[in-house]
């Protein structure tokens, strides 16, 4: 990762998350050297902010995750990639109440350092429902997300267990959606993102792969039909991109 700092903050007593803060292109040389305070301060420029949410497996290191980040970069936006609590370098042990307190303390934290430039949340596939969350748990605390963008979302975390093809492995057997699917219920990992976008007023952008193997495209268009009928529909936008 070029022009990029790597930083902690604890988000919760005995939680230290691990950040990456990439910077947009154009300021590229001149981050060369810099320390932490410059990256910090560079925040309040006239570029806007996206805090990165990544999904199930890995760390914000993926390559994917990294080549997206730069691209972003490219685009003139600052990137901020957290790791989850246990994930990578950040401390404690993973939970749905967890992560998203984690995703909602870096986005007032660079809210606190924007003077006034919107900052984003985007969530790809788990991190969606982090996103939703988090934006929920800012619009609830009255500082709504500037936006919210939901990269290849489920409706819930149940739904996407039944179409994940680990679960499709195992559908044929009895007792399956107990033993399988209510298993996320009972240890409170719901991330409900059908739910939270009914009440959420941030704008929305919807990204989904017509050919998405893990999560169906369906998905995606139902969350978007969800927001349309919950909402004014100029705030919500849905991007299909197709297989080819």
Known sequence: ?????????????????????????????????????????SLA???PIIIYLHGNGGTRAVDHRVQLMKVLSEAGFHVLALDYRGFADSTGEPSEAGVTHDSVYLYEWAKARSHGNPVCLWGHSLGTGI????????QEKGNAADAVILEAPYTNIRDAGAFHPFGKIYHIYPGFEYFFLDTFALSNHVFPNDENIKTMTSPIMILHAEDDQVVPVSMGKELHEIA??????????LVVYPAK
Do not use: C
Not at 131 to 138: E, G, H, S
């Open 1 to 41: 990762m070029n022009h990029t700092t790597n930083f902690y903050l604890t988000s919760d007593e005995g939680v230290t998350i691990g950040v990456w803060h990439t910077v947009p292109a154009s300021r590229g040389e001149e981050a060369r050297g810099k320390g932490q305070r410059w990256f910090e301060d």
């Open 45 to 47: 420029d006239d570029n």
């Open 228 to 237: 349309i009928n919950s909402r004014h529909p100029r705030d919500v936008k």
């Open 131 to 138: 996103a939703t969350n988090a934006a929920r748990k800012l």
